[in-house]
């Protein structure tokens, strides 16, 4: 069965320190691999994609994700974090074929910036 | 360009009653898929609507149902409510039902006492 698993449930990072969130995930072909930002109280705002192609996406807010296959992850990472980047993230996985819309998602990390 | 709205915010209903979310659509988009977030993880996959119809649906009771109309403009109902229904359930609309980009609303706080 496709799963998705964040390691982590909660990371705190200093301010202007590097970041990386990790996920893995569980599926037999390759898959669509989504990160996802939900603030307190907000929806889920698509951060980055990544369907083929170059393994490295870039995404909004300065974020990059790396496509591994070997090791079926898709880690998060951000160079430096702005206080504004406490949230809660989520990957997501989508089948690649006809199944538009229908996202599996892990369970989240939350993010706290430390000042 | 409006966004995903949903509505209400926040509901409080009692176990055994029934309830209605709604949620419009972003203009253009002519697919609707409803997830079912619990406290603490992450959005689970209740159902999909495509131009009024269902088009694929996660692990959930029948008491699930849903509604699409001529405007793309979608329902969520839930019968015979549990205890374990408590949740954040979110909508989101895309483009068509090939799309993975989805926009979220904010979601309804559903609370069953």
């Known amino acids: 069965a496709q799963s998705v698993t964040q390691p982590d449930i909660h990371i705190t990072v200093s301010e202007g320190a590097s970041l990386e969130l990790r996920c893995n995930y569980s599926?037999?072909?390759?898959?669509?691999l989504f990160w996802y930002v939900q603030s307190p109280g907000q929806g889920l705002q698509l951060l980055l994609k990544?369907?083929?192609?170059?393994?490295l996406v870039q995404g909004i807010k300065g974020f990059e994700a790396e496509f591994k296959r070997s090791q079926s992850s898709f880690n998060l990472r951000k160079p430096s974090v702005h206080w504004s980047d406490a949230a809660e993230y989520f990957c997501a996985v989508g089948p690649s074929y006809n199944q538009g819309g229908k996202l599996i998602f892990g369970q989240g990390t939350e993010l706290s910036v430390k000042p | 360009e409006t966004g995903v709205t949903q509505s209400p915010t926040h509901l409080i209903k009692t176990r055994g009653q029934q309830v209605t979310l709604r949620c419009s659509s972003q203009?253009?988009?002519?697919?609707v898929s409803w997830y079912q977030q619990a406290l603490g993880q992450g959005p689970q996959f209740i159902f999909q609507?495509?131009?009024?119809?269902?088009?694929g649906r996660g692990n959930f009771p029948p008491r699930f149902s849903g509604l699409q109309f001529p405007n793309y403009s979608s329902e969520l109902n839930v019968n015979a409510l549990e205890l374990d229904d408590s949740a954040l359930y979110l909508c989101?609309?895309?483009?068509?039902?090939?799309?993975?980009?989805?926009?979220f609303g904010p979601g309804t706080r559903l609370t069953v006492t």
């Open positions: 599926y037999g072909a390759t898959p669509y």
């Open positions: 989101a609309s895309s483009l068509d039902s090939f799309s993975y980009e989805q926009y």
């Open positions: 203009s253009g988009h002519n697919t």
């Open positions: 990544y369907f083929s192609g170059d393994t």
């Open positions: 609507y495509y131009r009024e119809e269902e088009n």
